[in-house]
């Protein structure tokens, strides 16, 4: 657990800007370089065995496999299937057998758990899918770059985003966020399970929302995102399942209804924040919603501030990315903050105190490594 005193002393311990560089050699550079592209590309191929579910059908079989017995089971055409599995082998993702008069193709089984997985693990495959829904907006990136060029992008540029996002979280947080994150929390499982009122900041289709309504269906759910998509994908689950006590609406998060005030037990934003136009404007009317005493819950990635301060990260340079080809131009679309996704835990634990939030602190979350879940309190008595 760390506090904004701990985040200083972290932070001054900053890596030399020289670190890694006194061995290196042009032909060392550039070798780092070609096999950088070469990721990219090979990251194309990995999203499309996930899509076409190659990997399922490799993941499957019990022996090697001609490319075209594989092709068969998938459905798919042998030759595009053959050209594929020659990247995959060369990438030395794939095995081949070379033994028999056809080459024959498997993967070992603990390759497969990582190929073809389940659960909180399915977060990694899916990131390579995230690649090509960037890659299509490149071109109006390049514009936004330039001086004369948009600010912005408006949330229609990502069609994909949505259900990218459905199809990733669900598996992600039935495996973690009922077990792991909550208990995090003191006395929070027990308010849940006796009866309160939460608002999810940023809901989306609703996953976290449907989760705590099925496990504690004493309590009452709100959930709000700028989105009409999320929320009607939300709203068309709530009237298949007939749940009833989890409401969802299209709901700004820094104009929220007057007749709110110190209404809600709970809030959670889940990686919501930094995307919003006004994030300051943002947390303080979640602080008027929250009751005395309530409890605030705002995951966000767990970098720091300062870029020299996250070499070394293994995600950083993937998360920065992502946050400069779509959180970003998102967020300055609307005129907003463009905190970005690596805003980090020095303007967190600041703009956290400085819209009146106490008690702030910074808690892993098990089984997640690339989160931070920052916990603060609204000053006043405790929940009833």
């Known amino acids: 657990m760390s506090t904004m005193g701990d985040v200083d002393q972290q932070a001054a311990a900053s890596t030399s800007p020289t670190d890694g560089q006194n061995d290196e050699t042009k032909e060392i550079f550039a070798k780092k370089i070609s096999e950088t592209i070469t990721s990219g590309f090979v990251t194309l191929s990995l999203a499309i065995g996930r899509r076409t579910g190659l990997f399922d059908v490799l993941a499957r079989q019990q022996e090697p496999r001609t490319s075209h017995e594989i092709a068969a089971a998938a459905g798919l055409k042998e030759r595009y299937v053959r050209e594929w599995l020659g990247s995959m082998v060369t990438s030395r993702i794939i095995e081949v057998d070379t033994t028999s008069d056809s080459p024959r193709y498997f993967i070992p089984p ?24 960037l890659a299509k907006v490149t071109d109006d990136m390049v514009e936004c770059f330039k001086e004369d060029g948009p600010q912005g992008l408006p949330s229609s540029a990502y069609p994909d985003f949505q259900g990218w996002c459905q199809d990733v979280k669900g598996p992600m947080l039935d495996s973690t966020f009922i077990d792991n994150f909550l208990p995090t929390i003191p006395g929070l499982v027990e308010k849940l399970e006796s009866g309160i009122t939460v608002c999810d900041v940023g809901c989306a289709s609703g996953y976290v929302l449907f989760l705590l309504a099925q496990r504690f269906p004493n309590s009452t759910y709100y959930g709000i995102d700028v989105s009409v998509e999320a929320v009607n994908m939300a709203k068309k689950e709530i009237a298949t399942r007939g749940i009833t006590n989890v409401i969802c609406d299209v709901i700004d998060a820094a104009k929220l209804p007057e007749d709110w005030s110190e209404k809600f037990d709970y809030i959670i934003a889940m990686s919501t924040i930094h995307d919003v136009a006004a994030p300051e404007q943002c947390l303080r009317e979640i602080r008027r919603v929250l009751k005395p005493g309530g409890q605030f819950s705002m995951r966000e990635i767990d970098v720091h501030t300062q870029h020299h301060d996250n070499i070394g990260n293994s995600a950083a340079s993937m998360i920065y990315v ?63």
């Open 110 to 133: 603990h390759r497969a758990a990582v190929l073809a997985p389940s659960g909180a693990e399915i977060l990694r495959m899916a990131f390579s899918e995230r690649v090509v829904h």
């Open 322 to 384: 992502i946050s400069m080809m779509s959180c970003v131009p998102m967020s300055l679309h609307e005129n907003g903050a463009g905190l970005g996704a690596m805003w980090g835990q020095e303007q967190v634990f600041a703009m956290l105190e400085r819209t009146g939030f106490s008690d702030v602190k910074k808690l892993g979350i098990p089984g997640n490594q690339i989160h931070a879940h920052y916990m603060c309190s609204k000053s006043g008595s405790s929940m009833e």
